[in-house]
């Protein structure tokens, strides 16, 4: 059984462009959460989709957004990216179904900006 | 004011030696997490809990709800329990989001 897959695994970018990370949740979950984490910080919240849907948000700004697949994978997207930006952007998945559950995290991508 | 506050924010110590690791948090709720990660990145769920104790191998984890305060243990440390360990806590109102702590860095020397 596979994890929480993510892709890629490192990307380079220039100031002003727009990068597009994805994820890919543990099977059976249907919810996948978003995550900044900058250098000797905690994991920030960007934003969690479910059924599609963004179904809360963090204090990130609306060059970050989202989306949701049919078979629940998710993709992360930030436009007119910053150097601020450079991160770990990690992708947690968890089941609705479940009231407290454990969350599965990937590997994460490491995003600089240049 | 950070939701979830972790001390120490580094920690050296010498093979064998018993750790811990403090969590506070000042919000409700409905379990709290501890987490580990590697230098590489990716994080690896140790414990939720949401009221007394857990054990897992030389891992021990509390949580007192009334004061609102959790321990995590690590007992005959080794070097490869090197790593970062994250507090982070559900909240019942916020369906699975994590609020995480800034980490405590472990480093052990054989």
């Known amino acids: 059984d596979a994890g929480v897959t993510q892709s890629p695994t490192h990307l380079i970018k220039t100031r002003g462009q727009q990068v597009t990370l994805r994820c890919s949740p543990k099977?059976?979950?249907?919810?996948v959460s978003w995550y900044q984490q900058a250098l000797g910080q905690g994991p920030q919240f960007i934003f969690q989709?479910?059924?599609?849907?963004?179904?809360q948000r963090g204090n990130f700004p609306d060059r970050f957004s989202g989306h949701q697949f049919p078979n629940y994978s998710s993709e992360l997207n930030v436009n007119a990216l910053l150097l601020g930006d450079s991160a770990l952007y990690l992708c947690?998945?968890?089941?609705?179904?479940?009231?407290?559950?454990?969350?599965?995290f990937g590997q994460g991508t490491r995003l600089t900006v240049v | 004011k950070n939701e979830v506050e972790q001390s120490p924010q580094n920690l050296t110590a010498q093979e064998g030696e018993f750790i811990t690791i403090n969590c506070s948090y000042s919000v409700g709720i409905s379990a709290l997490h501890w987490l580990q990660q590697h230098p590489g990145g990716g994080i690896v769920s140790l414990f939720m809990?949401?009221?007394g104790k857990k054990k897992h191998g030389r891992l021990i984890a509390t949580i007192n709800i009334q004061e609102k305060h959790s321990s995590l243990h690590i007992t005959a440390s080794h070097p490869r329990d090197s790593a970062v360990y994250i507090c982070?806590?559900?909240?019942?109102?916020?369906?699975?989001?994590?609020?995480f702590g800034r980490g405590t860095q472990l480093t052990v020397w054989p």
């Open positions: 809990l949401s009221s």
């Open positions: 982070a806590v559900t909240r019942g109102s916020t369906l699975g989001r994590l609020y």
């Open positions: 947690a998945s968890s089941s609705s179904g479940q009231f407290n559950t454990e969350a599965f």
């Open positions: 099977s059976g979950h249907d919810t």
């Open positions: 989709y479910y059924e599609e849907e963004e179904r």
